[in-house]
Nanobody, 123 residues
Framework: QVQLVESGGGLVQAGGSLRLSCAAS????????MGWYRQDPGKQRELVAT???????IYGESVKGRFTISRDNAKNTVYLQMNSLKPEDTAVYYC?????????????????WGQGTQVTVSS
């Protein structure tokens, strides 16, 4: 099992910055992907950014150039630096970890979600 604890959400004015953290504990595979997704009430959960244990990064289109994802593998922690925040960035931000391993040539994946942290950007 894997536990994910998010922190760093809050209320900020448009144009401001916030930094989210997500610390993972438990059975974490050496090959994994950690990332952030967000969801506004009534909308689908959307990708914000992900980063693999090897350092490959993917960003959602709406946050490119404003958000930066990073990780500390020694601490099993992923960070999301959010700059130039807009009211439309308001959402609950969820941390996700995907453990990956190959067994007898077959890829196994196990996904875990955090509880979420609220980010509110006022105009």
């Amino acid at each position: 099992q894997v536990q994910l604890v998010e922190s760093g959400g809050g209320l900020v004015q448009a144009g401001g910055s916030l930094r989210l953290s997500c610390a993972a504990s438990g059975s974490i595979f050496s090959i994994n992907t950690m990332g952030w997704y967000r969801q506004d009430p009534g909308k689908q959960r959307e990708l914000v950014a992900t980063i693999t244990s090897g350092g490959s990064v993917i960003y959602g289109e709406s946050v490119k150039g404003r958000f930066t994802i990073s990780r500390d593998n020694a601490k099993n922690t992923v960070y999301l630096q959010m700059n130039s925040l807009k009211p439309e960035d308001t959402a609950v931000y969820y941390c996700k970890l995907i453990n990956r391993r190959t067994v007898l040539g077959i890829l196994d994946e196990y996904a875990y979600w955090g509880q979420g942290t609220q980010v509110t950007v006022s105009s």
